[in-house]
């Protein structure tokens, strides 16, 4: 949600001060990311996030609420595989918050190759390009995603973890 993702920016600026306007258009390109998913035709998004982001609290009992509510509408999305990895799960492999932006079905030839955004405290983003790198974020992807709960069992948590939030 819109508030989260202020929130969550506003926490950072503990370490580096940005001016309010570039906050503010941080969250403001997050929040439009977001409409790929329900264009037409929409974008097709799988994501794995660890069970801790669903108990950690950011801005208070409604505002998590709010987001989870959000997490559960958008995993809901025909075009959505999200799933939870708990945090029960004993794991060879752990990762930074990274996002693979593909371009092209899989099996066919894209016109331009995979990238890679990893969210970085100095920097908002920083890119990957290089096929070594977008390649091993793809397999450490696979392999928090095969650890995860299913799509179905990752919504029930979040349900769950919705109704923690209620004061």
């Not at 258009?25 to 669903?54: A, K, N, W, Y």
């Not at 405290?121 to 070594?132: F, I, Q």
Request: charged share 25%; aromatic share 6%; glycine share 4%.
């Amino acid at each position: 949600t819109e508030d989260y993702a202020r929130q969550l920016h506003h926490n950072y600026q503990f370490v580096v001060r940005d001016p309010p306007d570039i906050l503010e258009r941080r969250v403001r390109v997050r929040i439009l990311r977001q409409e790929v998913l329900t264009r037409d035709p929409p974008l097709q998004l799988s994501l794995v996030l660890d069970e801790s982001v669903l108990l950690r609290p950011i801005g208070g009992h409604e505002l998590m609420r709010g987001q989870l509510q959000h997490l559960a509408e958008v995993a809901d999305l025909p075009n959505v595989d999200l799933r939870v990895l708990p945090l029960s799960t004993v794991r060879a492999m752990t990762a930074d918050s990274f996002v693979i932006f593909g371009f092209g079905a899989p099996g066919e030839t894209a016109m331009l190759n995979d990238v890679v955004s990893i969210d970085s405290v100095a920097k908002s983003e920083l890119y990957v390009e290089g096929e070594t790198d977008t390649f091993l974020h793809r397999v450490v992807f696979e392999s928090l995603r095969s650890s995860s709960l299913s799509p179905e069992k990752s919504q029930e948590l979040i349900q769950r973890s919705k109704l923690a939030w209620i004061a």
